[in-house]
C-alpha cells in the first residue's frame, strides 16, 4: 500500500496521519448520537472483541475445574502461567517477527521511522530494547498477570465475593462486560499519570519509557511495581458482581491489549490493498512527547486535564506553551531567573 495516501512523512521518514485523532464521542456534551453510533463498531473490532474471543477460549477450554481452583496448587497455578506465556510469545511474537524483524511492510505506517534495532543503548538491558522487553515481560510482566489471575480465580472458587450467574443477573453482567474497555482506561489514566510523578517516574515509569520508539516487546518491559499497578484494575470484580468470564476478558484487555499502543505503525497491512488500522497513534504520541495523552481518548480525562494531543500543529503548539509555563513555574519555585 502507499502509506502516502493516508499521511505524510518528514525528512526523517517519521510517518503521521493525514487526520488528527478524534476522541470517543462517548463523554461529550451535547450528545452525538449519530457519530456514536458510527463509531460504536470500532469500540469492539478488531481489539476488544478478540480479546473476549481469547477470554472466552481461555474460560471454557483452559482453565481448570472449580474443585481444583478452590485447593491453592502450584501444578494449576504453573499452568495458567504456561497459557499466558505462550499467549503473549505467539501474539507480540508474530507481530515483532512481522513487522520489525522480517519488516514485511518496510516503514511504511510506520510512525518512527527508524527501527529499535538499528540503535543500540546501554539503558536496556544488555544493550538491546527487544532482549530488555523480553525478560522483563516474562520476568516479572506474565508473572504478575498470573498471579492476579490466581486470585480472582479461587476467590470465585470458595464463593468471596459478589460473583454472579448469568441467568440471574443478564443485564448487570452485560453492562459491566460492556464498561470493561471504559473501565480499564480510566483505571489506567490515574495510575498512569500517578507514576509520572517525581520519584515515582524517576525509579519505576522511567523504565517503560526507555522505548521513545516502542514495539511490541516494549509493551510489558515495566518496572514490577508498574506491572503490579497496571493490572490492578481487575480487582474490580471483587466490587462489582462479575463472572470469571469477565475476569479473563479483562485481564486480555488489560494483559494482551498492552502490545496496541506499542505496534509502531498506524496500520497493519493484510494485502496488497488492504490493512486494519491499529490504534496505536495516541499512545506512540505519548511516548514520543511523555506528557500527553495519559489514556488514548476512550475516557475524557486528557482533555479535562489539558493533556490531549491528537497529532495536530495546534496540538504541539498547545503542549509547547503548556511545557514553557511548567518551565516557568519550576524556575520560579527555584528561585532561578526566568528563561
Known sequence: MDDLQFGRKNKRGDYTPNDPLEPAPVFVWPPRPLKFLSWLPHYFLPWNALFFALGAVFWFYATPAKETLAVLDWRWMAWILLRNALLVFVIYGVLELRLYINRAQGNRFKFNGLFPSDRKSDVFLFGSQNIDGIIRTFGTGVPIWTAYEVIMLHLWAIGWGPWAVFGDNPLAL???????????????????????????????????????????????????????????????????????????YHLQVTGTGAVVGHIGFDKIETGKDSAIDSHAYAHYLHHKHFEVNYADGLVPFDRLAGTWHDGSKEAEERMQLRYAKKKARLNSAAGAPKA
Open 174 to 248: 452485560i453492562a459491566l462486560g460492556l464498561l470493561v474497555p471504559l473501565i480499564h482506561e480510566a483505571h489506567f489514566f490515574c495510575i498512569h499519570w500517578l507514576i509520572h510523578q517525581g520519584p515515582l517516574y524517576k525509579w519505576v515509569h522511567s523504565v517503560h519509557h526507555n522505548s521513545v520508539n516502542p514495539s511490541p516487546w516494549s509493551s510489558l518491559s515495566m518496572h514490577p511495581v508498574e506491572h503490579l499497578l497496571y493490572w490492578s484494575d481487575v480487582l474490580i470484580h471483587l466490587v462489582l458482581p462479575s463472572h470469571p468470564l469477565l475476569v479473563m
